[in-house]
């Protein structure tokens, strides 16, 4: 199973609403009663092949936070799928699928005997993720960990149900404090796991942004595809 995860935000609370456009050099000030609403962010654990999201809202996401979430979310995905297919009927390390040996993604056999491999994560290469126990904790519980790299974070898909579930919790919005920020986004993810949409590299959100890039540069539904002959 691959699952991707992430941490979005922080969102600030904007308690007092509207937009202005200022001359260039002179920033819009606020009054001295003006108190911030605070921030909230959302950790995220998102599985792509079917769109579930498991996520929480929270003041800050540290590793004190974010560790012991994790795991306990993995926990339950691991048991999950231990009901699903139990240890003892799964075949011999070598006789497994290419994708669900430990060799595979290591590079080489592991140095210690390790559960099955259940869970490929994917996720970022913050300081906090590389946390020797985080890390250890993984591997002994059959999860491996996979790294985005520096500037690709957005190989990630969880940043991608992030932007949608974010847009659709606060646009337009004008939170009085970070409480309020935290309860709507925790109620777009309800609302979104009633109905998720699975994610697949170079699936229909693909074509319908090309099919959207053709209409922008031709004009109308009648624009070539790039590379065809207008004689052909």
């Known amino acids: 199973m691959q699952l991707n995860e992430d941490e979005a935000g922080p969102y600030q609370a904007i308690p007092q609403p509207g937009a202005s456009w200022q001359p260039e050099g002179y920033p819009a000030t606020q009054p001295h009663e003006y108190e911030r609403g605070g921030t909230a962010k959302l950790l995220t654990l998102f599985r792509p092949s079917t769109g579930h999201v498991r996520a929480k809202g929270v ?134 796991n009633q109905t998720p949409t699975p994610f697949v590299w170079n699936g229909k959100r693909r074509r319908r942004r090309e099919r959207a890039y053709l209409r922008r540069l031709g004009g109308s539904a009648a624009a070539l595809a790039h590379g065809t002959s207008i004689a052909s």
Request: charged fraction near 15%; proline fraction near 9%; glycine fraction near 6%.
């Open 59 to 192: 003041i800050s996401a540290t590793n004190a936070v974010l560790h012991p979430w994790l795991q306990e979310q993995l926990s339950a995905v691991l048991t999950e799928i231990e009901k699903q297919q139990p240890a003892e009927t799964l075949p011999p390390e070598e006789e497994r699928p290419l994708y669900a040996r430990w060799e595979t993604w290591l590079g080489h056999p592991p140095g210690r005997t390790l559960p099955p491999l259940r869970i490929l994560l994917v996720l970022d290469n913050l300081a906090g993720h590389l946390s020797s126990d985080l890390v250890l904790w993984f591997f002994d519980h059959g999860v491996m960990p996979l790294y985005t790299p520096i500037g690709g974070s957005w190989l990630n898909m969880a940043e991608s149900v992030q932007r949608i579930l974010v847009r659709r919790a606060l646009s337009g919005q004008y939170p009085q404090n970070a409480q309020e920020v935290i309860d709507w986004l925790e109620q777009t993810v309800a609302g979104w």
